[in-house]
């Protein structure tokens, strides 16, 4: 069974302090990881996709890696409106079936 | 692009009626969309995939009579919750797949349903 377990489940950061999330994954086979962004009482929205270890993705503030057991969301000079939720996704290659399986995120607050 | 929406954002209904959530692809054409369900403080859980014109495949301890799943077009998938219960209480959830050349899933902005 596929499974994604994300750490720390909560972390506080002083506006502009930089730092990593974590996403650990087992999947029969990997077809894709997905970061996502929720805020409160809101759907996830989209940051990156990842196919295959050694792969970075970038996005103003935040930086994906993945390697063949975990992914990494670096955050840098982080502002107080990058605080939300952010969740982590994979998706295994099996023919027909594109279920995702989430962790159950970490929950990232910006102190001004 | 890839916005998806949902209505109604927010539900009231008695115990023993039925709520119909509609998803809707704006902007692009969804063959597969789906629909999660999320507990608070806890993961999004899938709990059905559904093609366009066919019938949705249900996720094992989903029962397809309580979450009727019609998918009648390339831009609108809708949930009904029927003979609703105060144990189906949650946030809902649906996304779409954008074309057939990426597995990125965009999600609607989820609708709160509330069974007294």
């Known amino acids: 069974e596929d499974q994604v377990t994300q750490s720390p489940e909560a972390l506080r950061l002083q506006e502009g302090e930089s730092s990593s999330l974590n996403c650990s994954y087992t999947?029969?086979?990997?077809?894709?990881l997905f970061w996502y962004r929720q805020d409160p009482g809101k759907g996830p929205e989209f940051l990156f996709t990842l196919y295959s270890a050694g792969e970075e993705k970038e996005k103003e503030r935040l930086k994906a890696t993945l390697t063949k057991k975990e992914s990494f969301l670096h955050i840098t000079a982080p502002k107080p409106e990058d605080s939300a939720t952010y969740l982590c996704a994979v998706q295994a290659t099996n023919f027909g079936n594109e279920k995702l399986t989430f962790g159950t995120g970490t929950r990232l607050t910006i102190i001004p | 692009g890839a916005v998806v929406s949902q209505h109604p954002s927010w539900v009231i209904c008695k115990s023993g009626t039925s709520v119909k959530i509609e998803c809707r692809s704006l902007?692009?054409?969804?063959?597969?969309m789906f629909w999660y369900r999320q507990f608070p403080k806890q993961s999004l859980m899938l709990m059905a995939t559904s093609n366009e014109g066919s019938k949705a495949t249900y996720e094992q301890g989903v029962e397809k009579d309580k979450f009727l799943i019609n998918h009648a077009s390339l831009t609108l998938s809708t949930l009904t919750v029927t003979s609703a219960h105060p144990e189906d209480s949650s946030f809902y959830i649906c996304?779409?797949?954008?074309?057939?050349?990426?597995?990125?899933?965009?999600f609607g902005p989820g609708t709160r349903l509330t069974v007294t």
């Open positions: 999947v029969s086979g990997l077809r894709g």
């Open positions: 996304s779409a797949r954008r074309g057939q050349n990426s597995y990125e899933q965009y």
């Open positions: 902007d692009f054409q969804a063959t597969t």
